[in-house]
């Protein structure tokens, strides 16, 4: 079990998804006109680092001088659209159009994104299924996931896998409290997964 001497650091939670896409003006047709999204900004990506033009350190004094170069991981591609759209609650959702030659993402591969849940105050999901049946889009539900929890599935142009869910019959609810279970049941789960006692009591000692 490893001893770590720095604090913990927190963070405030997600700033922005991001996705690709085959054909960006489907997707800006989905998310804008059928979820109501915000297109916030639209632009190219940025080019491949290089000796001429390395990646800018946030130390470097004449940062906001350089030309911003996009890091490992990135999307390999030069100049492919990259657009932003506002999903609420201060959050940002990206969209990048791959050419058509990217392989489709495995949805239920290690690190493959399995699905989004965007959340909707009941009021809200209530206009749901109005707005996905004006639009022909194919869903299914509501479907009650005990817990409170109600939610639609649907899948959006490029095949990622949606949730929009919502209190049940109930009242709303913030998402974490929602999913926060008692301590001695999570304890339960963790012996499953760990050897000893203490270190589950080092995975749960800030909860």
Do not use: W
Not at 4 to 15: E, K, L, Q, Y
Not at 122 to 137: A, H, N, Q, W, Y
Not at 155 to 174: K, N
């Amino acid at each position: 079990m490893q001893v770590s001497s720095t604090p913990p650091f927190a963070v405030r939670g997600i700033d922005h998804l991001a996705v690709g896409t085959a054909d960006m003006a489907e997707s800006l047709h989905f998310y804008v006109k059928v979820l109501g999204f915000e297109l916030i900004m639209a632009r190219k990506s940025h080019p491949a680092a290089d000796e001429d033009h390395p990646l800018v350190s946030d130390d470097d004094p004449d940062k906001e001088k350089a030309a911003f170069r996009r890091p490992p991981g990135a999307p390999q591609y030069d100049s492919i659209r990259h657009y932003c759209l506002d999903m609420g609650n201060d959050t940002v959702f990206s969209l990048f159009e791959y050419p058509p030659e990217a392989p489709q993402a495995v949805r239920d591969s290690v690190a493959g994104l399995q699905h989004i849940a965007f959340h909707a105050e009941r009021p809200e999901f209530d206009k749901v299924r109005s707005r996905l049946d004006e639009f022909g889009i194919e869903y299914l539900g509501p479907l009650y996931l005990g817990d409170g929890h109600t939610s639609i599935n649907l899948f959006d142009p490029s095949g990622l896998r949606l949730e929009i869910v919502t209190a049940g019959d109930g009242p709303s609810y913030q998402s974490v409290d929602r999913a926060r279970m008692p301590e001695d049941l999570v304890r339960e789960e963790l012996r499953t997964l760990y050897k000893t006692e203490v270190e589950i009591d080092d995975i749960l000692a800030r909860s």
